[in-house]
């Protein structure tokens, strides 16, 4: 790729997920910088990565702050933010094509892992919820021009929401731009959760931060605390 891309992927205890995003990242995008950040796990995360990626990077707890410090060393024009469990569908090819014209910042839409009907429905509302209101959410690999990314001083340092939160923060500078091959994100948290109560949680809270409910006691409530 001519745009380079530097990958940021915050981790913990993903040792079931870590090595095999690594292996395709790798494969799918040679040229890319592969960063990962991990927050103290306890399984083999780190030693599964450390061969895999370009930098490992240690610290404490905190995505907000784990994706920042990747943001901070990466050394590619664009800094794309993933998760652990997601796939990037775009080819580097057609991510290249969407960069040359030096977008500010963009998204991608989202796709979830399970082949039941009803996940379409809720990736639809996903992808319409992020297309009309210019925000995405951590599981669709955010990507920002690294200057834009630096000026901005990245992430907010808040438990949860960080990416709302910087989503309304970006989307004053530009409108995003929204890569159509969607990411391959896990469905776990639904099926696990169950797909009605995961989304009204989901919703629950998104009402409770628009009303300004602190994301850290949010954060309370969403792990349980």
């Not at 040679?30 to 450390?50: K, Y």
């Not at 955010?142 to 910087?166: Q, R």
């Not at 602190?214 to 409530?221: E, I, M, S």
Request: hydrophobic share 45%; proline share 5%.
């Amino acid at each position: 790729m001519s745009v380079g891309v530097s990958f940021v992927i915050p981790v913990l205890n993903e040792e079931d997920a870590v090595a095999d995003l690594l292996r395709d990242l790798r494969q799918r995008y040679p040229h890319s910088q592969l960063i990962v950040v991990d927050g103290g796990s306890r399984d083999r995360t780190v030693a599964l990565a450390l061969p895999l990626c370009d930098q490992l990077l240690l610290m404490a707890t905190g995505r907000a702050r784990q994706m920042n410090l990747g943001g901070q060393v990466a050394c590619m024009p664009y800094v794309c933010f993933l998760h652990a469990d997601s796939r990037p569908g775009v080819s580097a090819s057609a991510l290249e094509a969407y960069l040359v014209a030096r977008p500010a910042w963009g998204f991608c839409r989202v796709r979830l892992s399970s082949e039941r009907l009803p996940f379409r429905i809720v990736e639809w509302f996903m992808n319409q919820r992020s297309r009309m209101t210019s925000v995405a959410t951590g599981d669709q690999m955010m990507f920002v021009k690294k200057t834009v990314f630096d000026e901005s001083g990245g992430f907010d340092d808040i438990p949860l929401m960080e990416d709302v939160a910087y989503c309304k923060r970006l989307r004053r500078v530009q409108t995003p731009i929204i890569i159509q091959a969607p990411v391959l994100t896990s469905s776990r948290r639904w099926e696990e959760g169950g797909v009605v109560p995961t989304v009204l949680r989901m919703w629950l809270l998104r009402l409770a931060y628009f009303l300004g409910v602190a994301p850290a006691t949010l954060w309370r409530y969403y792990y349980g605390h």
